[in-house]
T-cell receptor, first 114, second 111 residues
């Protein structure tokens, strides 16, 4: 069973700090990696995608990918209370018919303290 | 912006009832997905479809069926609802299999 692992948290950081969220995955063939943000009672919202090793920055968000270590992370700079949410890591995995599906981690709850 | 809508935000049904959950996307996406989300279990794929009239089983298809008669619409059917199907149901669509965009979700309670 191919898996995506995340620490459930909560990860508590003070306002203005950097929040670091981590994710490991088991399928070495995974090619695409995503971070979704989910507020309580709401549906997941895609915030970052990354496809190659290294860093990808978008505003206050930076996604980092290390395929050799099977590790993907999300950094949130200058954290705001509005960033308090559950962050889901999602990874593509190939199915028997060579199509792909997403495997989701269970999410890390982030709490940003004012 | 991608817009995915679901027919109901909240739904309460009785055990044994047939339940229809509808999902519509307006971006001409080929691919549509149904997930359920439960505390501690994360998002689990029920069924997906890569084309009209095409369907594939996901990880937990038992007790569910789907219908895709038009490209923009993907329906999830609970033939005979049971209490263990109480959950948040999420529909998603994507142009390819990768970047999926979710609807607002339907919180279904089966009593």
């Amino acid at each position: 069973q191919k898996e995506v692992e995340q620490n459930s948290g909560p990860l508590s950081v003070p306002e203005g700090a950097i929040a670091s969220l981590n994710c490991t995955y088991s399928d070495r063939g995974s090619q695409s990696f995503f971070w979704y943000r989910q507020y309580s009672g709401k549906s997941p919202e895609l915030i970052m995608s990354i496809y190659s090793n290294g860093d990808k920055e978008d505003g206050r968000f930076t996604a980092q990918l290390n395929k050799a270590s099977q590790y993907v992370s999300l950094l949130i700079r200058d954290s705001q209370p509005s960033d308090s949410a559950t962050y889901l890591c999602a990874v593509t995995t190939m199915m028997r018919d060579s199509s792909y599906k997403l495997i989701f981690g269970s999410g890390t709850r982030l709490l940003v303290r004012p | 912006d991608v817009k995915v809508t679901q027919s109901s935000r909240y739904l309460v049904k009785r055990t044994g009832e047939k339940v229809f959950l509808e999902c519509v996307q307006d971006m001409d996406h080929e691919n549509m997905f149904w997930y359920r989300q439960d505390p501690g279990l994360g998002l689990r794929l029920i069924y997906f479809s890569y084309d009209v009239k095409m369907k594939e089983k996901g990880d937990i298809p038992e007790g569910y069926s789907v219908s895709r008669e038009k490209k923009e619409r993907f329906s999830l059917i609970l033939e005979s609802a049971s209490t263990n199907q109480t959950s948040m149901y999420l529909c998603a669509s994507s142009l390819d299999s990768y970047e999926q965009y979710f609807g607002p979700g339907t919180r279904l309670t089966v009593t």
